[in-house]
């Protein structure tokens, strides 16, 4: 297992070298903050995994807010604003609202490295670095992560409801969303697999197990247990985005979706005899390739617009703007 993370490792730095040449990966650098906050790794590190240790569900929190950041303007911590008299965020978006959570590691994590390096390490820095701590500590593989993001003034409710895909979106709207972020759909399939960690809401789901014909009868009938089907009752249930292992980072997920028993519609989507089945049936038999594919695609994502040098700022809490 270790000579496999090893390799990981020595792929995520191949794929650090291609991505160089792109037009936004030269703004930022693995060795960012080399000389200004040296140990910020040995501080964000501890926090997480003390979190995930408290409860599993929270490294798959902390994964999908650095996706709903970058697909909305960037990665650049505008998720994390929070609602004012005078402005409004976006955690009260559709894909947002009573779902994303883990804001008070978050604050825990910038609160330490305030006393460690004060006015130095951005928001949007911390979420890349916590989102990777998490896989790692799940089980899945570690990457090398770039950094120099820093924080917007602004956050936008409206293209949180457009650009972050919902869970009943087919794969045409997936290839769009994505697409328009300068993701392929290599890039989607890849980071689909997230969902190997984590559970979603009845809410989310519900549309899925009791109407598609794409899902394992049995399956759909253990999860309508949980789930019943008239709106507004057991809303909040959960169930695991992946059936086998939801606390462990690995390939299951795929499988899962070889047997028809994805969670969401836009799950199963990706194995639906359209042009991901391959890609999912690769993943599903080899590990190895999921993980290599999963952490370009995360240095891809976080690559997303980030605002560098003198754009945006520092925050002191990541919640509010200085």
Request: charged share 20%; glycine share 8%; proline share 4%.
């Amino acid at each position: 297992m270790a000579s496999s993370t090893s390799s990981f490792v020595a792929s995520s730095l191949v794929v650090h070298l291609l991505l160089v040449g792109t037009s936004s990966a030269h703004t930022l650098k693995t060795g960012f903050y080399s000389a200004s906050c040296p140990n910020v790794f040995d501080v964000i590190k501890p926090i997480v995994k003390s979190a995930i240790s408290g409860e599993k569900r929270l490294g798959a929190s902390l994964l999908r807010l650095f996706f709903h950041d970058c697909f909305v303007n960037g990665c650049d911590a505008s998720v994390l604003l929070d609602d004012t008299g005078n402005f409004i965020g976006e955690k009260t978006a559709g894909p947002n609202n009573n779902s994303i959570r883990g804001f008070n590691v978050v604050d825990k994590i910038k609160k330490k490295i305030e006393k460690a390096c004060p006015g130095v390490v951005s928001c949007a820095d911390i979420l890349a670095i916590a989102a990777r701590d998490s896989v790692v500590i799940l089980g899945g593989p570690n990457w090398e992560v770039k950094l120099g993001r820093r924080d917007s003034r602004t956050a936008s409710r409206s293209k949180a409801n457009t650009d972050i895909p919902p869970p009943t979106s087919n794969l045409t709207r997936l290839i769009a969303n994505f697409s328009s972020q300068g993701l392929s759909v290599k890039d989607m399939v890849a980071l689909s697999g997230g969902h190997t960690i984590g559970q979603a809401r009845c809410t989310s789901f519900r549309g899925h197990i009791y109407n598609d014909t794409n899902i394992d009868s049995s399956f759909a009938k253990t999860r309508q247990a949980n789930c019943p089907k008239r709106t507004g009752s057991g809303d909040k249930n959960l169930a695991p985005l992946d059936l086998q292992t939801p606390t462990l980072f690995d390939n299951n997920y795929f499988k899962n979706l070889l047997n028809h028993k994805g969670l969401l519609h836009s799950d199963q989507e990706l194995f639906n005899n359209g042009a991901t089945d391959s890609q999912v049936k690769s993943y599903a038999s080899s590990i190895n390739t999921f993980f290599s594919d999963f952490v370009t695609a995360m240095i891809k994502m976080g690559d997303i617009k980030p605002l560098t040098g003198s754009k945006g700022e520092i925050r002191k809490n990541c919640r509010k703007i200085n």
